[in-house]
C-alpha cells in the first residue's frame, strides 16, 4: 500500500463541499496540503479553522483556476511552501443549468473555463513539478454529468463530458513519466452545489466524505495497478 504521509497534495475548490473533504481526509492521511479557491477570503478563513489540528500541514491561496497565471502562482506557492508536490486534485467546478437558448455566452465561458480549461491549466503547470520529482498523481473531479446528458445540461455536460475525455488521454501522456490520473463520476452528492440545501431529507444522496475516501483509496493504490476511472452513486437514490 502506497503512503500519503508527508506528501504535498494542491486541492482546487477546497474551501468547501467535496473539495474540503478531500483536504480532510489528506492531512488526516499525515499529507501536506494546499487549498484554492477564487475568494481569498474564504480560502483563510478554511485555513485558519483547519490549522486548528493540522497546523502548518495546511496552507492556501486564492486562485481562479481560468488563469493561467493565477494558477502558476498557486504552483510556485505550493514549492515554497512545501518544496514540491506530489497530488494534484482537480476540484473546483460551477454549474448553470438552463435550456441552451437561455444561456448567456459568458455563463457557457465560466463553466467550461473552470470545469475543463482551469483543470488543462493545473495539469499543465503542475507537470514539471512531477517530473522533477519523477512520479506524481493526478485525480480530477468529473460527475456522472459526464455520461448522461440531461435537459438543461448543455454547459454542464459539455465540461464533463470534455473532462472525461481529457483525463483518458493524459493518462495515456504521461503514464511513462510515472505521473498516474484518474478521474472520478460521482452522482448526486448532499453539498450546496447548485445552491441546494443540506438538509436531512437529501440524507440518501453521497457524502462529500464518500467522494473524498474514493480518493484516498486510489493515492494507497500500488503503482502498478491504476484505476483510471471511478463511477460512485448513491445506493438508493429517491424514486
Known amino acids: 500500500m502506497e503512503s500519503i504521509q508527508n506528501q504535498t497534495a494542491i486541492v482546487t475548490g477546497g474551501t468547501r463541499g467535496i473539495g474540503r473533504a478531500i483536504a480532510v481526509s489528506l492531512l488526516e492521511e499525515g499529507a501536506q496540503v494546499v487549498i484554492c479557491a477564487r475568494h481569498e ?13 493540522w ?20 504552483l510556485k506557492f505550493t514549492d515554497q511552501e512545501f518544496e514540491g508536490l506530489d497530488v494534484l486534485v482537480n476540484n473546483a467546478a460551477v454549474g448553470f443549468f438552463a435550456n441552451i437558448s437561455q444561456i448567456a455566452p459568458s455563463q457557457w465561458q465560466e463553466v467550461i473555463g473552470t470545469n475543463l480549461t482551469g483543470t488543462f491549466h493545473c495539469c499543465h503547470a503542475a507537470i514539471p513539478m512531477f517530473r522533477r520529482k519523477g512520479r506524481g498523481f493526478i485525480i480530477n473531479i468529473s460527475s456522472l454529468a459526464g455520461k448522461n446528458a440531461f435537459a438543461g445540461g448543455a454547459a454542464y455536460n459539455a465540461s464533463k463530458f470534455g473532462l472525461n475525455g481529457f483525463s483518458e488521454a493524459i493518462m495515456q501522456d504521461l503514464r511513462y513519466d510515472n505521473i498516474r490520473v484518474s478521474y472520478i463520476l460521482p452522482g448526486s452528492v448532499n453539498t450546496e452545489f447548485r445552491g441546494h440545501q443540506v438538509t436531512p431529507t437529501s440524507g440518501w444522496k453521497l457524502k462529500p466524505e464518500d467522494v473524498a475516501q474514493v480518493v484516498v483509496e486510489l493515492l494507497h493504490h500500488d503503482p502498478r495497478s491504476l484505476p483510471s476511472r471511478v463511477e460512485i452513486r448513491p445506493s438508493k437514490p429517491a424514486k
Open 41 to 53: 477570503d474564504q480560502v483563510a478563513h478554511c485555513v485558519e479553522e483547519l490549522g486548528l489540528q
Open 55 to 74: 497546523g502548518k500541514r495546511i496552507k492556501g491561496i486564492g486562485c481562479d483556476v481560468r488563469e493561467y497565471t493565477q494558477v502558476q502562482r498557486l
